[in-house]
C-alpha cells in the first residue's frame, strides 16, 4: 500500500481527474438543508432532536443517497453517482422525498435557506465536528464553559466514538 499522498500529489489528482473538460463521467450531488422543529421554525435543532431524526435513517433511501450532518445541524444528502444528470436529479428527487418524509415523523422541516440567518451555533458534537468548534467560534473549545457560546450549542452524539 502507498504512503498517503503529498499535498502537491492531491492537487494534481484532483485537477486531472475531477476539474477535466475533455473527459465527462458520472455526477453526483450533495445537497444541505436546515433542519427546523415545526414547532418552533426560528430556533436551532437540538441534538437530541437531530439525533432522533439520524436514528430515521437505519434503513436505506431508496436511490442509495446517504445522510451526513455538518456541525451546525445542517443534514446533507449526497447522492449516489449517476450516468447522466437526469437521472442524478430523479434520484436525488425520491431520496429526498423519503428524507422529508423520515423528518416529519419527528416533527422536523428541511429548509433549504442559501444563508442561516440565524446566530452559529454547534449542534453536531461528532468526531469530525469537534475541530471545527473552536476555529469557528474561539472560546468554544474544551476549556470553555459547559454552555458554549452565548445562544448555546446542543452537543449530540450518535454512531461511533
Known amino acids: 500500500m ?3 499522498l503529498s499535498e502537491a500529489e492531491a ?7 475531477s476539474l477535466c473538460r475533455d473527459r465527462v463521467g458520472r455526477t453526483g450531488v450533495e445537497l444541505e438543508w436546515f433542519v427546523v422543529p415545526d ?11 437531530l439525533a ?3 436514528r430515521r435513517f437505519d434503513t436505506p433511501l431508496p436511490s442509495s443517497g446517504s445522510v451526513s450532518w ?3 445541524g445542517q443534514l446533507e444528502l449526497s447522492s449516489a453517482p449517476h450516468e447522466s444528470l437526469q437521472s442524478c436529479v430523479d434520484a436525488v428527487a425520491a431520496d429526498l422525498a423519503v428524507v422529508r418524509e423520515r423528518a416529519r415523523t419527528v416533527g422536523m422541516s428541511l429548509v433549504g435557506g442559501g444563508l442561516d440567518p ?7 458534537s461528532l468526531p469530525r465536528s469537534l475541530p471545527c468548534r473552536s476555529t ?5 473549545g474544551p476549556t470553555a464553559g459547559a454552555d458554549g457560546p452565548a445562544g448555546g450549542w ?4 450518535w454512531g461511533p466514538p
Open 2 to 4: 502507498k504512503a498517503a
Open 11 to 17: 492537487a494534481g489528482l484532483i485537477f486531472r481527474n
Open 39 to 49: 414547532a418552533h421554525p426560528t430556533r436551532r435543532a437540538t441534538g437530541e432532536e
Open 52 to 54: 432522533s431524526l439520524a
Open 70 to 72: 455538518e456541525p451546525g
Open 118 to 124: 440565524r446566530p452559529p451555533g454547534f449542534t453536531v
Open 136 to 140: 469557528w467560534m474561539p472560546g468554544t
Open 154 to 157: 446542543s452537543p449530540m452524539r
